[in-house]
């Protein structure tokens, strides 16, 4: 693979600008989830939503994909196509949102969350907010400088020492101008990801956390992944910029993600979620930090 580009600051608010639409899509979704919702009926919401605000639905007919968003319920690992599948009670869903901003000619940005659809059982709970976590730790590795195997190593002892597994087959991307490209990003450990990254690189981290084993299976709709145990999967995903400090999070949510993040026992980190964490701190008094 060829290597990773690196962006100048033009480019950059290009790519931040469709970051930020992805971003603001997963939010609309979070208001409008439902128990009772067919999965196609959150591929509707996405399209109409993509396409007035001046995008195209990357993942519409990219390589044969046939609808507009990945919609992941329970043991569905990812690339879930919707369907006439219905949301009950106690599911969890992720929902994999890549927007193409301008429609033509333009950028790609990819993020999605995993959302809980009314009350979640123990381990609805712990494989989505490990996964939460999970990302979290991984952002926290980038720097200009660092490797990029840096990322995996730390998602994969947090997820694994909390009695989940991390899935191997699918990975994070380089993303611009084009969905896929360089540097692959592995969510485990793997000694062979000695590169450095570099300021101005930009990538997806996007860990598939699974409560039982590792192995997933694909279905015959060449698509849809699922656990091959069966066992509940929750993935985050958030679109990385590389700098010399660390990195922006270009897809950063502007206020708290509902029916996910907003829950009382949602594991948030300051990186990937920084709206929400803020919401969740007590406030300060001002009078403290002018005495400081
Ligand atoms: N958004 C997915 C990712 O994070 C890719 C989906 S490809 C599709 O890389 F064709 F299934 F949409
Ligand atoms: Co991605
Ligand atoms: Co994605």
New binding site residues.
Partial sequence: MSNPEILTPPMIDKMRAACQLAADTLLMVGEKLRAGMTTNEIDVLVHDYTLANGAYP??LN??G?PKSV?TSPNEVV??GIPSKRVLNEGDIVNV?V?SYLPAKHGWHG?T?ATFYVGEPSEDAKKVTEIARRSLELGIAVVKDGARIGDIGAAIQEYAEKAGCSVVREYVG?GIGRE??TAPQVPHYFDAKQNKRMKAGWVF?I?PMINLGDWRTEELADG?TVITKDRSLSAQF?HTLLVTRTGCEVLTSRRSVLRQSEDKPWSALGPLSTAAAFAAQQPAQPATEAAAG
Avoid: A, G, L, R
């Fill in positions: 990357s993942p990219y390589k994909f990945c990812c690339h994999d890549t990819d999605s991307h969905f896929h997806t996007e698509w995903e």
